[in-house]
Structure formats: C-alpha cells, structure tokens
C-alpha cells in the first residue's frame, strides 16, 4: 500500500497589542510571523507634547513703587498660529538691582516624537509637527539607523498640505551610504466630486525623473470610479467601488500592459458587515486565486482576524494559505 504526502499549507500570523500610558503615551507592539516561517516584531512609542511656554501672573504682595514683574501676551496673525509672549523682571540684590527682559514665542499646537525599534536592530525615530507653519501643513522628520550595520542611517523629510480642494505631499530621502537624494511629489486637486491627480519622483544623483503617474476619479458617498496611469503610464488600471448598503460593499479592478499591450490583472471583491462587530471579505482574480477573511470585535480591546487564501485551479495541491491576526487595544 502506498501514501502520498503532501506539504502542508503555509500558515501566517500576527499579533498587535495597543496601549495608552497615563501620560498619553501610546505604545504599540507588534508580532509577525510570515508564510516563509520567519518571525519578526516592533515596539513603537508615541507621544504628543503639549503646548509649551505656559505662564501666570504672581498673586504674591509687591512693594509699594516697585514694579516687581510684569508681562504681556499677544497673538500674532492666526497663520502662524502662535503668541508673543513679553516678561520684564526687577528685584533689588542688595547692591542694585538684577532685571531681566525676555521675549518668547508660544506655538498653539504640540509636537508628536515616536520612536520605534524592530527585532532587525532598526531604530526608527519621527518628529511630527503640525500646522507649525501655516494651516494644513505638516511637517515629519524621520531618521532610521541600525547600530549593526556601518552606514546604514538614512533621514526622510515628509511634507503634506491640505485644504478642502488640494492634498499635495512630498517625501524627500536621503541615504548616508551613497549620499543620495530622492524625492517623490504627489498632488490631488478635486471640485465637486471630480479629482484629478499625478505623482513624480526625482533622483538627484541620476539628475532625472524615475517614474512618474496620472489620475482621474470620481466619487460620491455611495461610489468611486477612477482610472490611473502608472509606471510612466504603461500600466492603465480602472477601478469602481460601491456601497451598495449599510451591509454591502463591492469593487473591482482591471489592468492594461500598454507595452505588452494585453490585460495585466482583474480583481473582484465583496465585504459584507454580518453585524455591528464582525465583518467578511472575500476576493477573487483572474489568476484563480480566492482570498477570504474574516474579523470579529471580541470585547472592547480585543479582536480576532482570520483568513484563507486559496489557488482555486491547484485545489488538491499545497500552496494554500492560512492566516491569523490577533489585536489587543487598552
């Protein structure tokens, strides 16, 4: 009697845990273990600092014809969204007296720092200003570096603006082993439903324009069509998506090779709420491959995702895929 044997299907799994210090803190670790078997993970910490530069008048009794202190705060023009802040000092020191004059600027909104590490031995660390400079603008400065490897830090500065008829992005790279620059620039500018925008990125050493992309689109609250063109336009992919309900959701997406000049991909996919706390997903293309998930809110803090994905024309032979995702928020 004979047996056959058969590899088993690859299995996946994930695992994120959320939590909010006292002081508003948030912490966020994370567990991956990919198809291929190898494990990897990340803390992370994120904080906000608030508003600085606060200040109060002293109630304490002053001597008669002394001014001991005094200050003064105005705001400036509502774009800089900051405070002069003014303060003169006076106190006798027994030879005289000791004054201070100081002048101080007092930005309205906070700064965010975080700080992650990755079992890699990669630190990544980001200061995020927003509206800093002008509404709608913010401003990331991030540098990555891992201590095992010489040469291996690298700094981004990512620039965003945003108002209710442009969004406009920019991530500018800058790598310490090669001493390159890169940037990439986005723009999306939109009216009544219509949206209309392109990417390009420019390598500075290469003194040239890598890639670059166009875009169309139209949305309503009840559905989305858009058509892009990518990769320096010879890929030309379509999209629709709609709510057809509270419920139901539904998408799809084709691809066209302009060089190759053939179809380059077809996607279908459904979601469908099964009540307040779950939801299930399912996906198909043109390759045969079915991918289903599904999510579930457990409690308050945890909840639990599942999901398979299947070579529909290969049924009896391995290479099927098993995952799960586990989510824990405090």
């Known amino acids: 009697m004979m047996y056959a044997t058969q590899r088993p299907e690859s299995r996946g799994a994930t695992l994120d845990v959320k939590l909010q210090a006292p002081n508003g803190t948030n912490v966020t670790i994370k567990g991956k273990q990919g198809f291929d078997g190898v494990t990897n993970g990340s803390i992370e910490g994120k904080h906000t600092l608030k508003p600085q530069g606060t200040h109060s008048r002293s109630s304490s009794p002053q001597p008669r014809r002394f001014i001991q202190s005094m200050q003064f705060v105005a705001s400036l023009p509502s774009s800089l969204r900051t405070e002069l802040f003014l ?71 990512n620039l965003a603006f945003k108002n209710p008829n442009v969004h406009s992005r920019a991530f500018i790279n800058y790598a310490n082993g090669n001493g390159n620059i890169d940037a990439v620039v986005d723009v999306v500018a939109g009216h009544e439903g219509f949206l209309v925008g392109g990417e390009a990125a420019y390598d500075v050493q290469k003194a040239a324009i890598t890639r670059y992309g166009l875009g169309l689109a139209y949305a309503t609250p009840a559905y989305t069509a858009s058509l892009h063109g990518m990769q320096n336009l010879s890929i030309i992919a379509a999209s629709y998506y709609q709510k057809v309900n509270s419920s139901v959701e539904v998408g799809a997406k084709a691809g066209y090779d302009v060089q190759a000049q053939k179809a380059s991909g077809l996607e279908l996919a459904s979601k469908y709420k099964l009540d307040p706390l779950s939801f299930a997903k399912v996906k198909v293309n043109d390759r045969g491959i079915a991918a289903l998930a599904y999510s579930t809110k457990l409690n308050a803090g945890t909840t639990i995702g599942l999901g398979l994905s299947l070579d529909t024309q290969k049924l009896n032979e391995a290479g099927h895929k098993i995952g799960t995702s586990l989510t824990f928020e405090g």
């Open 87 to 157: 303060f003169a000092f006076g106190a006798p020191d027994g030879r005289g007296s000791r004054d201070t004059v100081g002048l101080t600027l007092r930005h309205a909104s906070g700064v965010t720092i975080t700080q992650g590490w990755t079992t890699s031995s990669l630190l990544d660390t980001k200061v995020e200003l927003a509206e800093a400079i002008a509404p709608g603008v913010k401003v990331d400065l991030q540098n990555l570096w891992n201590p095992s490897k010489a040469n291996s830090a690298a700094q981004k500065i």
